[in-house]
């Protein structure tokens, strides 16, 4: 069964630029994730869908930040304009359903902004 | 609001020595708690989960009691083997106004040496 597939691994901007991340979840999981990993910290949950709808999205920065989820299956999150303060791990996963179940994790995108 | 503390690292053992992470958490609600672990170069994956009080989850020589009297869920290994160097995460699943919401702790570096 193939993982949770992410792209690019690395992206260095500049601050103020844009840029984009691409998220396929494992087949059939209804749930996906994004979180945010600042070096040292743990993940923080930046939006969560259930199929294609918006679960949480409370500590999704939203001046700057957008995703979607269309047709239910991979996903886009995108920063516009990026900050020096976003440089982290962006980390995609997907669970079967919801609530308590695991999480299965991408390898994330490392983003340097400059 | 919910939250995880777990105890800072990093933590260097020799190799065979008594493994133990503290975690402790708030909740309002009775959550789902797991440990997740980050080798190098790889995304995280799930060590063990408990969901409901005196459970207990246990993985590759791995065990972690579900304490709620304590609200406690520690990490423990008799026995550490070098394959074992890694980040862990302490993390709690809990249902929230929006649905099930899932928050980690700083995470816990691991060093064992041969």
């Known amino acids: 069964e193939a993982g949770v597939a992410q792209s690019p691994r690395y992206k260095i901007i500049e601050k103020r630029q844009s840029v984009a991340f691409w998220c396929n979840p494992i087949?059939?999981?209804?749930?996906l994730y994004w979180y945010q990993q600042i070096l040292g910290q743990g993940p923080k949950l930046l939006i969560q869908f259930q199929n294609n709808g918006v679960v949480d999205d409370s500590q999704l920065p939203k001046d700057r930040f957008s995703a979607e989820r269309l047709k239910g299956v991979d996903s886009t999150l995108k920063i516009q304009p990026a900050k020096l303060e976003d440089s982290a791990v962006y980390l995609c996963?997907?669970?079967?359903?919801?609530?308590?179940?695991?999480?299965?994790f991408g390898p994330g995108t490392r983003l340097l902004v400059l | 609001g919910d939250s995880v503390t777990q105890m800072e690292g990093p933590v260097t053992l020799s190799e065979e020595a008594f493994l133990t992470i503290n975690c402790t958490y708030t909740a309002t609600g009775y959550p789902s708690l797991f440990w997740y672990v980050q080798y190098p170069g790889e995304g995280l994956q799930l060590l063990l989960k408990a969901t409901k009080a005196d459970d207990k989850g246990s993985n590759k020589g791995f065990e972690a009691t579900y304490r709620k009297e304590t609200t406690s869920f520690h990490l423990e290994k008799g026995s550490v083997q070098v394959s074992d160097s890694a980040v862990y995460f302490c993390a709690l699943s809990d249902r929230g106004t929006g649905g099930f919401k899932t928050i980690f702790g700083a995470g816990t570096r691991l060093f064992v040496k041969a």
């Open positions: 087949s059939g999981h209804a749930t």
């Open positions: 996963a997907s669970s079967l359903g919801g609530g308590t179940e695991t999480q299965y």
